[in-house]
Every structure is written in C-alpha cells, then in structure tokens.
C-alpha cells in the first residue's frame, strides 16, 4: 500500500468524483492541482494561485508572477499586439 497522496500547494477541500492532476514522485502521489471542468471555464473564470509564485513555461519560453508582484515575461521572442490602445506605465520605463 502505497503513502497518502501529498499536495504541492494549498488547495479547498477535495471532494469525492473531483479530477486532479497528480505527479508519482517515489512511492507517493503529489497533487498538483484541481482540473477545471471547460464548461465552468466557458461560463466564467479559473484562478491558479500559489503562495510565493507561479511559473508557466514552454520551452524557452516562460511567465513568471512573484509574490511580490513582479510579472516577469522571458522568450527569445516576445509580440504585445492590441486593437485599441497598447499602453506601457510605471514608475520608470526602460527601453534596452
């Protein structure tokens, strides 16, 4: 018999029939996190959160949002397009 499962982060409470995304490490199962059922997706939002921070990545690609609330946008190739206004604001902007 293998141990509990463990989770990576803080999560609500499971329910029975609930779909996860669980990674085998050793002899336990580490939940990752809740699977969003799309019909829920279509009709409203999805939040991912952690407590010290979030990183999406695809190959050389990646988006990375701190705790401190840095969001931080790293690619060998990186395309803001808008339809309206594309506007950039801070305290101070630096260009290069």
Do not use: F, H, W
């Amino acid at each position: 018999m293998s141990e509990p499962a463990l989770l990576i982060a803080s999560l609500p409470p499971l329910t029975p029939g609930q779909n996860v995304l669980a990674q085998p490490i050793g002899t336990s199962l580490v939940i990752l996190g809740v699977v969003c059922d799309r019909q829920k997706l279509d009709t409203g939002s999805c939040e991912i959160s952690a407590e010290r921070e979030i990183v999406l990545r695809s190959g050389a690609a990646s988006l990375t949002l701190t705790q401190a609330g840095k969001v931080i946008i790293d690619g060998e190739y990186v395309l803001s397009r808008s339809r309206g206004v594309n506007k950039i604001k801070g305290g101070s902007v630096q260009i290069n």
